[in-house]
């Protein structure tokens, strides 16, 4: 006899064995060639070795299906087991929802242009999400990374931003070099802690299935199996964002948020952006969106702020 354990990590034990393990009861009863076994997060399969690999096939269908309906049902079971001529399989940029928060906050892309990142991203393996500040880029790009871990389309998520000084002089900040930078990389650390519970995302973080770094840490390396994110790249010199873009390794998803309005550079450097967005404009893989003051949803007052800047820059 074989066994073989899978892992149940950022899955809901009640939505996808069921009340009263419903589902895995009716599983067992699917598949009486092998024992069932659910300690924790852990699923044990005991049998025989084919009729193992026959219940790997069915359980890696049954993880893709519950991340797109965060649920699993008898009927759902019995659509993958024995699909019925008029199923079809979701896609999951067919269902709204990217992932499922803390205390059942529901995450989804909520305006027009950010549910166009969601499909850009879904056909394409690079995309530059360019708009103001308060669009939703950066929060949408960390809701599509965690969704793309938790639905194991990828080993990792790898988040990395500029670290330039905002008028601020970062050498006079107290503590050591993660002290000094932490600062700048704190939206993203705020995005991830709406998304993933607080022990789980320190075990990633310690694990380094979650890695936020400054992008000069990004040189020399090659990210495969992995959805990266490149936040605030208006930020970004000319090399070094050429760098990013060529760390690309294979399964591999690229976001590159950035905000041309809000460049920090100083006044001698140029940002990489505008070249970067002109020479891949049209290069196949790569898709472009644009956000814009409509897209805001924070305080009614910073469309109106935004507005402003906007009407009084072009003069």
Known sequence: MKEKIFDLDDISLVDF?????????????????????QRGDKLKVVGKEKYIH???????????????????????????????????KQNPASNETLVH???????????????????????????????????????????????????????????????VEAGENLGFLPGDLKDKLDPYLQPLYDALRDMIVEEKLVKYMEERVIEIAPLAF???????????????????????????????????KFIITADPTQVDLPYQQQSGLKEATKYL?????????HLNEYDIIRHPLVTKIVEAYVKNEKK
């Open 101 to 163: 928060g803390k205390n059942g906050l529901i995450i989804k892309a909520q305006t027009p242009n950010q549910k166009e990142m969601v499909k850009a991203i879904d056909k394409n393996d690079m995309l530059f999400a360019i708009g103001p500040a308060s669009s939703g880029k950066t929060y949408t790009a960390v809701a599509l990374a965690v969704r793309a871990l938790k639905a194991k389309q990828v080993k990792r998520i790898v988040l990395t931003r500029p670290a």
């Open 218 to 252: 990004m040189r020399g390396r090659t990210l495969g199996n992995a959805f990266v994110i490149l936040d605030e790249a208006q930020n970004a010199t000319y090399s070094q964002m050429k760098m990013f873009l060529t760390r690309m390794g294979k399964n591999a």
């Open 281 to 289: 404009k049209d290069v196949e893989g790569i898709s472009f969106v």
């Open 54 to 88: 026959e219940f790997e096939e069915v359980y890696n269908q049954l993880v893709e299906l519950y991340f797109q309906e965060f649920r699993l049902d008898e009927k759902l079971i019995m659509s993958i087991v024995k699909p019925s001529p008029n199923f079809q």
């Open 17 to 37: 064995f069921g009340i009263n393990e419903k589902n895995l009861n009716f599983l067992s009863i699917l598949y009486p060639n092998v024992e069932l076994i």
